[in-house]
């Protein structure tokens, strides 16, 4: 069964301090990998897609990397306006449905 | 195009009560996905539909929900004799296709608080 596990489940940096965030899968056959941001009461909002090992995409603050076993979203001297919670999901070649892991809230103290 | 947009965004019912709540996609978009997310966890997968087909449910989904998407376009998800278990953000999304680079789309959600 498809399964994706985020850590940790709370982050909490101060401003200009980087981290990593990350997400390990299981799937039969990836289609794509996502990583959303959600602020509270809000849907998720769309950050990145990778398909393949090895692949990169990047964002302002944000890069996200990918290998066979896991996804690393990587926060460079973060914000406080980073401060929500990032999900993970994957898309097997099996079936169309993001299946999402239990998300990273992050917290950025000025 | 404005998103994918949900209605109501907030509902209190009372237990035992049937609701709707309705999912407008983003137009050119033929997948469409319903979620369920409580406190602290990530959306849960309910349901998926390809244009009108429903493809897949959750076998964690109750027979007390359905959803329908009618000519292929907007979609209701509706819960039936409701329980307080089924307090809930209930995501939208859409996708053309599996998401590819621009992923999918979700909506604001629909809030339900069952008193």
């Known amino acids: 069964e498809d399964q994706v596990t985020q850590s940790p489940e709370a982050l909490r940096l101060q401003e200009g301090e980087s981290s990593s965030l990350n997400c390990s899968y299981t799937?039969?056959?990836?289609?794509?990998l996502f990583w959303y941001r959600q602020d509270p009461g809000k849907g998720p909002e769309f950050l990145f897609t990778l398909y393949s090992a090895g692949e990169e995409k990047e964002k302002e603050r944000l890069k996200a990397t990918l290998t066979k076993k896991e996804s690393f979203l990587h926060i460079t001297a973060p914000k406080p306006e980073d401060s929500a919670t990032y999900l993970c999901a994957v898309v097997s070649s099996n079936t169309g449905k993001l299946i999402f892991g239990q998300g990273t809230t992050l917290q950025v103290k000025p | 195009d404005t998103g994918v947009s949900q209605n109501p965004r907030h509902k209190i019912t009372k237990r035992g009560q049937n609701v709707t709540f309705r999912c407008d996609p983003i137009s050119e978009h033929n997948r469409l996905y319903w979620y369920r997310q409580t406190l602290g966890q990530g959306p849960e997968f309910l349901t998926y539909f390809q244009n009108e087909a429903q493809l897949e449910k959750s076998r964690l989904l109750s027979d007390r929900f359905s959803a329908e998407r009618p000519k292929g376009s907007f979609s209701t998800l509706e819960i039936q004799r409701t329980e307080q278990g089924d307090s809930a953000m209930y995501l939208c999304?859409?996708?053309?296709?599996?998401?590819?680079?621009?992923?999918?789309?979700f909506g604001s959600g629909t809030r339900l608080t069952v008193v």
């Open positions: 999304a859409s996708s053309l296709g599996t998401g590819g680079k621009n992923g999918y789309t």
């Open positions: 799937v039969s056959g990836l289609r794509g």
